[in-house]
């Protein structure tokens, strides 16, 4: 039986006029393209607002949906901006989000947008439904009144009424908007595979409002920082300077906390990535120094956490992000959870047991790349000649053939349920193009397709591939 086929694309990398992805008119083109394709899945990045880098892996809220996203034209039509208003937003797109543009002018736009908006029974009852929105909300009107983010340097703690209701707005409306899509794409047969971080920024609204939940000395400053013990990413070890969880406490309050992430993701996707999920029996702490060489393990809830908020991940596919190194414990809970196991083809050469395609099982989710890693030509470039030979030989593939066409032929022919291929490796770009270098960079959480149109030939071409 062959596995359904994906693309992995954030929404920020959709094309349109206005400086970055959005929930609009080429959202709905692109499941368009994907239905026409024969494409069942398409994978996005967190949804959640982004920190100062633009990251949305240290989020200020894991139950926010980033303004960003609104579509403007959506807003236009709603007669919520004015045409002039609309112009005003319109900027060249680049192939690269212009995050300068929108951090100068968006909030304001959609403030205003927000002073013309009269439905507010709809919104009142979408926050009410939702206590961790409005924990972000009310959080944001704070940070506002404080004039930072840090709530540890708070001396105002009321906060303003305006603001609050403000963003309860903006998430309405992001939430309304995604919603819709994901019922268009749905319509259209294509499922939508969501991510969930792992950990929230010190600096967010899960953290403040639950401040037991979380490993915080009396002042509320983190006792351990989140990271990842020396491994081929780092010799030093790596310090990400999350809070860590204080599982005793979710676990005495029967994961509640825990509850309330799920429910809200199930409402949001069809299927969910679980990112960092070895956390959830192990994980990395790194003392305050950041000194990630002399950090330790200290044990997650384990299969505890997963039974108490099974009803709402028993009919979704949910991919266990167990990259990296990976114990025998881990792949139990795996196992006992029920979920998928995550394979990455660019990691074949140092784990061919699990890594190959030919060693995939039914119970894997597949991906040529991801955010985090090369693209496959970009792969393909960083290998050296043995590697070349040994990656023709682990495909069993004569030294004539195209490298690139068999290692997609063997993912479309491989047991996996589903594989997800990168939009970078549809259209066979360089490294130049990753979402995420691991390194300080204007380019990082910006790549932006420059025009819709050019996918629906390349995506087609590309299953023939494996035909």
Not at 134 to 145: A, G, M, P, R, T
Not at 432 to 455: C, E, G, M, Y
Request: aromatic letters at 16%.
């Amino acid at each position: 039986m062959k596995p359904d086929y994906g693309i992995l694309m954030p929404i920020f990398s959709l094309d349109n006029k206005y400086s970055i992805g959005s929930f609009g008119l080429e959202a709905r083109k692109f499941v368009d393209i994907l239905s026409e394709a024969g494409f069942s899945w398409w994978q996005i990045l967190p949804l959640c607002i982004s920190d100062e880098f633009n990251s949305p892996y240290n989020s200020s809220s894991l139950f926010s949906i980033n303004p960003f996203y609104i579509d403007l034209e959506e807003l236009y039509f709603k007669n919520l901006i004015s045409h002039k208003e609309l112009q005003e937003q319109i900027t060249l797109n680049n192939g690269r989000c212009n995050y300068k543009k929108l951090y100068s002018s968006r909030i304001q736009l959609l403030y205003s947008a927000f002073l013309r908006f009269k439905d507010f029974n709809k919104l009142d009852f979408f926050i009410s439904q939702n206590s961790g929105v409005k924990d972000f909300c009310k959080y944001q009107s704070l940070c506002h009144v404080n004039k930072t983010n840090s709530w540890i340097k708070w001396v105002n703690f009321k906060s303003s009424d305006i603001l609050e209701k403000f963003w309860e707005f903006l998430q309405y409306e992001a939430y309304s908007q995604w919603i819709s899509l994901k019922k268009y794409a749905n319509k259209k047969n294509i499922m939508i595979m969501g991510d969930l971080p792992f950990y929230s920024s010190l600096c967010s609204s899960e953290v403040y409002f639950n401040q037991s939940y979380y490993q915080l000395d009396l002042q509320g400053n983190p006792i351990y920082l989140s990271g990842a013990k020396p491994d081929e990413f780092s010799s030093i070890g790596q310090c990400w300077g999350h809070p860590v969880y204080n599982w005793e406490n979710i676990e005495n309050d029967d994961f509640n906390f825990f509850k309330t992430k799920f429910s809200f993701y199930s409402m949001l996707f069809d299927g969910i990535r679980l990112d960092h999920f070895r956390g959830y029996e192990s994980y990395w702490v790194v003392p305050k120094t950041r000194d990630g060489l002399i950090g330790h393990y200290e044990k997650g809830p384990g299969a505890s956490l997963f039974n108490a908020v099974k009803e709402y991940t028993t009919n979704k596919i949910v991919v266990g992000e167990d990259l990296g190194i990976i114990t025998p414990e881990v792949q139990c809970l795996i196992n006992e959870t029920g979920f998928y196991n995550m394979r990455v083809f660019q990691y074949c050469l140092k784990n061919p047991a699990l890594d190959l395609p030919k060693n995939f099982t039914e119970k894997c989710v597949a991906y040529t790349g991801t955010h985090d890693t090369h693209t496959l030509i970009g792969f393909l470039n960083s290998l050296s000649q043995s590697e070349i030979s040994k990656l023709y030989h682990n495909l069993n593939i004569k030294k004539s053939s195209n490298i690139y066409k068999s290692i997609i032929n063997s993912l479309l022919k491989s047991k996996a349920k589903i594989v997800f291929f990168t939009i970078q490796d549809i259209l066979k770009l360089d490294d130049n193009f990753v979402i995420n270098t691991h390194a300080p960079s204007d380019t990082n959480w910006s790549f932006r397709l420059k025009d819709i149109n050019q996918l629906e030939n390349s995506m087609i071409d590309f299953l023939i591939q494996g035909e």
